[in-house]
């Protein structure tokens, strides 16, 4: 089992930025993905960002070049910069991790809200 606990949410201002950081405790040596996943009211849930170890972060539709993904696997934790951020960027985000012998593990997300 993995545990995961995000940080980081909070009320921003568009065009403003935040750091969301996620830590993995338990069984992490079965990690070999972690990312983030978002979901808004009343939509579904979806992919923002993963990494994968030794390989190319994924990103989702439209978020690169405003988000970068990046892991700090001394420290078993995985961070979301966002930058530049819009209204529609509006949804709670959570942390997501999964490895071949691991079954995927979700955090219990930490809000993010874009508004002036």
């Known amino acids: 089992q993995v545990q995961l606990v995000e940080s980081g949410g909070g009320l921003v201002q568009p065009g403003g930025s935040l750091r969301l950081s996620c830590a993995a405790a338990?069984?992490?040596?079965?990690?070999?993905?972690m990312g983030w996943y978002r979901q808004a009211p009343g939509k579904l849930r979806e992919l923002v960002a993963l990494?994968?170890?030794?390989?190319?972060?994924i990103y989702g539709s439209s978020l690169e070049g405003r988000f970068t993904i990046a892991r700090d696997n001394a420290k078993n934790t995985v961070f979301l910069q966002m930058n530049s951020l819009k209204a529609d960027d509006t949804a709670v985000y959570y942390c997501?991790?999964?490895?071949?012998?691991?079954?995927?593990?979700w955090g219990k997300g930490t809000q993010v809200t874009v508004s002036s």
């Open positions: 997501y991790a999964a490895g071949t012998y691991l079954t995927p593990a």
């Open positions: 338990g069984n992490i040596v079965t990690i070999d993905v």
């Open positions: 990494s994968a170890q030794g390989g190319t972060p």
